[in-house]
Nanobody, 124 residues
Framework: QVQLVESGGGLVQAGGSLRLSCAAS????????MGWFRQAPGKEREFVAT????????YYKNSVKGRFTISRDNAKNTVFLQMNSLKPEDTADYYC?????????????????WGQGTQVTVSS
């Protein structure tokens, strides 16, 4: 069992940056692939980025490539999402998730544990 707590969301103007953090409880964080998803009002939850358990493999949604960077610090049980050049269409609740089997997947069903989310609003 792992508990995930996101932070770092907020209101930012278009073109700005935010850095999301997701802190995990437990001693097995380094065994999990980690992902970031987002959900805008009235829309389904969608994949944003994922990183393997040791950080050597990452994958991004096409629309965030070159703007977002996922990283992790296993010593601090934390995964990050650096978001640059933000656009109004990035506005959503952002969730981190943990995958026990290190699949580095893009589907929500690939993940076993979820945080409560942090809100990101990008104004035009």
């Amino acid at each position: 069992q792992v508990q995930l707590v996101e932070s770092g969301g907020g209101l930012v103007q278009a073109g700005g940056s935010l850095r999301l953090s997701c802190a995990a409880s437990g001693r097995t964080f380094s065994m999990y692939a980690m992902g970031w998803f987002r959900q805008a009002p009235g829309k389904e939850r969608e994949f944003v980025a994922t990183i393997s358990k040791n950080g050597d493999n990452t994958y991004y949604k096409n629309s965030v490539k070159g703007r977002f960077t996922i990283s992790r610090d296993n010593a601090k049980n934390t995964v990050f999402l650096q978001m640059n050049s933000l656009k109004p269409e990035d506005t959503a609740d952002y969730y981190c998730a943990a995958d026990r089997t290190n699949r580095v997947g893009v589907l929500p069903s690939s993940y076993d544990y979820w945080g409560q989310g942090t809100q990101v609003t990008v104004s035009s």
